[in-house]
Nanobody, 126 residues
Framework: QVQLVESGGGLVQAGGSLRLSCAAS????????MGWFRQAPGKERDFVTA????????YYSDSVKGRFTISKDNAKNTVYLQMNSLKPEDTAVYYC???????????????????WGQGTQVTVSS
C-alpha cells in the first residue's frame, strides 16, 4: 500500500513557475513508476508525465514537453513536477499516482495506476 500526498499548488501568472511535490509513504516506493495527471473542470483526467522506478525513463504529454520536468528522489520518497512557462490552459487539479507498470502505452492511462493522491490545485492567470 502506498499513500500519496501532493503539495505545492497555487495561483501563478502566465509565464511563471511552480514545483509540485508528491510525498509517498508505505513500502517499496522506489519500485513504483510515478505519474502526474491533471483534471480541469468538466474534463477528463489527462496524463501529464511519468517516471519509471529507476528514473531512467520519463514520458511527457505533448502539451507539456519542454516546459515540465518530472524527477524522483527515492531516498526522500518524493516525486517532483517542475512546471515552467505556465499557461492558463495548464489550470487544473494535479494528481500524483503510482503504478507497477513501466511501458508508456500503460502509463498514459489513468486506469493503469494503483494509488492516487488527493490532488492539488494549480491556477494560471492570464
Amino acid at each position: 500500500q502506498v499513500q500519496l500526498v501532493e503539495s505545492g499548488g497555487g495561483l501563478v501568472q502566465a509565464g511563471g513557475s511552480l514545483r509540485l511535490s508528491c510525498a509517498a509513504s508505505g513500502r517499496a516506493f522506489s519500485t513504483y513508476t510515478m505519474g502526474w495527471f491533471r483534471q480541469a473542470p468538466g474534463k477528463e483526467r489527462d496524463f501529464v508525465t511519468a517516471i519509471t522506478w529507476s528514473g531512467d525513463n520519463t514520458y511527457y504529454s505533448d502539451s507539456v514537453k519542454g516546459r515540465f520536468t518530472i524527477s524522483k528522489d527515492n531516498a526522500k520518497n518524493t516525486v517532483y513536477l517542475q512546471m515552467n512557462s505556465l499557461k492558463p490552459e495548464d489550470t487544473a487539479v494535479y494528481y500524483c499516482a503510482a503504478s507497477t507498470r513501466v511501458l508508456k502505452l500503460d502509463l498514459i492511462r489513468s486506469s493503469r495506476y494503483d494509488f492516487w493522491g488527493q490532488g492539488t490545485q494549480v491556477t494560471v492567470s492570464s
